[in-house]
């Protein structure tokens, strides 16, 4: 999903954490969307309007009354402008006043205005010991059974006051990811999505493991896509280095370090899933691990390895799909690509493949992006060019889904 071309609306009291906001209205406009703001009068105790003004590129709204304003009811034109309302951060005091309806300045009329109307995403931030004000926590219950409505988890880790605990703000990326998710059309909704990621390591000896270069990036975008859609995903990790970024807790991780653990956690999540799509770079052989560390022997040049077959993940799923469930897999070639691919589509049972090249510039291991060709086993296939992973995985799903005129499909790709 792209925030290009987007209306995002933030609103800022008056916290400590509201010094990050800078930084995260930066992101969103670098991202291709449009940023304007508006916040309490105790948030630029932390934040001046000059400077919200200078990286959102638009007027701060922050008094109701105020000469300068744009509209006399800014309150109702905001609302009505913007695509997604963010509060970050969401003082135990804003709370308060939404979960009770009250709107006695900039900030809370905006809300009141905007909160049955517009996907609204709150980012509460406060003292650990506020958080867990029985107040504070009825006020979050209340306004997270509200439509268009979600409440982020505060992260734990060290507070201003000198403690940790409790209260943090979320991240930048997870607020902009939480921003992605609401404007993302909810089309796979009530699916449950297994995803495999990363690279297996497999052990030579207590110290020593085979592995190879995969990320994981691949994965979790496709992770992050199908959750943004409305999907509950179980992402099954290998090795990975990609962030992963769960605001709502729709992604559900398994790490399954080595192909047979692997294996074994997707025998478990298949039958509960409607969609598998295998994208981890799983190990085809495995060492036969020595009890103890392998020692180089003087005047040794070689070292001789036995290697045994691991369970085939893809195989074994394909050969117990049962009806409605669809099986992805992905296959990295460096020769007869097409043709290796398709063997490998037949042979294991899936509906569909997802083939990239190592001869592919820009394609493959640790990049950023990717360019890939899908083969479906009834023949249909889309070859896509050079995309983010991110564009990547929601060009994929589009593919599957017929979704190509959705918001989050990279434009012109299907044309």
Known sequence: MS??????????SGGIAAYKIPELIRSLVKAGAEVR???????????????????SGSRVYSDVFAAINDHSTEHISLPEWCDAMLVAPATANVLGKMAAGIADDALTTTIASCVARKP??????????????????????????????????????MLACGTSGKGRMPDIEQL?????????????????VLITAGGTQEKMDPVRFISNYSTGKMGIALAHECARRGANV?????????????????????DALSAQAMYEACVVEWPKADIAILCAAVADFTPTEAPE??????????????????????????????????????????????????RKLERKSLDAIVLNSLRD????????????????ADGQSAELPLLSKAETAAAILDFFTGCSACASSPSGIYS
């Open 120 to 157: 609204l995403i709150i980012a509460p931030a406060m003292n650990d010991k506020m958080w867990e004000n029985p107040a504070t926590q009825q006020a979050v219950r209340t306004i997270g059974q509200w439509t268009n409505v979600r409440v982020l988890e505060p992260a734990e880790g």
């Open 3 to 12: 925030l290009c071309g987007k209306h995002i609306l933030v609103g800022i």
């Open 234 to 254: 179980t992402l099954v990790c290998g090795a990975v280095s990609a962030p992963l970024y769960n605001p709502f807790g729709a992604i559900r991780r398994v």
């Open 293 to 342: 560390k392998i020692k180089k022997q003087p005047g040794q040049t070689e070292l001789t390895l036995t290697l045994r077959t691991t369970p085939d993940i893809a195989k074994t799923l394909g050969e117990s799909k049962h009806a409605g469930q669809q099986l992805i897999g992905f296959a990295l070639e460096t020769q007869n690509e097409k043709e290796n691919a398709l």
């Open 37 to 55: 703001v508006t916040t309490t009068q105790n948030a630029l105790q932390f934040v001046t309007e000059l400077t919200l003004q200078t990286v």
């Open 176 to 192: 902009q990811e939480a921003l992605e998710y609401a404007l993302t059309p909810q089309t796979m909704s009530g699916k449950h």
């Open 361 to 376: 510039a820009g394609a493959g291991f640790g990049t950023d992006t990717n360019r890939v060709t899908i083969l479906k």
